[in-house]
């Protein structure tokens, strides 16, 4: 088997969420974030839009380390390593903010409840994205 085989092997949602909670034991993704200047860049430029939408619910959904999350919002992420540091990061920011432990693909969240939603970097890291988005797009409050 050559490395590109190996890279594309399939896996388990219970083996993706072991890989991530790995991953976020040994990651700080805000700082990892605002060293990279395309990271720095692409965080202004989200805040930026999001300072101009006015939404009574946000959700960040794989919301990791917390960076996007805002006042009164909720985070949700598979991984509870990961939601620590979202709460950890909301914290030193004086941020009241929810976090929820969920797969992207089965939100907590009841039909059109949710009126603003962030998916930044995620769909590459799910198994199916096209489920993923299409639970979004049903989370999401149509006006």
Request: hydrophobic share 35%; with cysteine; glycine share 4%.
């Amino acid at each position: 088997m050559n490395k590109k085989e190996a890279t594309l092997r399939p896996c388990t949602p219970a083996q993706l969420k072991e890989y991530y909670e790995k991953e976020a034991e040994l990651t700080d993704t805000v700082k990892r974030m605002y060293s990279d200047y395309y990271g720095k860049e692409r965080f202004d430029k989200i805040m930026e839009i999001m300072k101009r939408l006015h939404y009574r619910f946000f959700c960040d959904v794989g919301c990791g380390s917390g960076a996007y999350l805002i006042n009164d919002g909720v985070g949700v992420d598979l991984t509870i390593g990961y939601l620590h540091q979202a709460q950890t990061y909301a914290h030193t920011k004086h941020l009241t903010v929810n976090v929820i432990q969920a797969d992207a693909s089965k939100l907590p969240f009841r039909s059109n409840s949710v009126d603003f939603i962030l998916c930044s970097q995620v769909l590459e890291h799910v198994i199916n994205w096209q489920v993923v988005l299409n639970e979004l797009i049903t989370s999401r409050y149509h006006f």
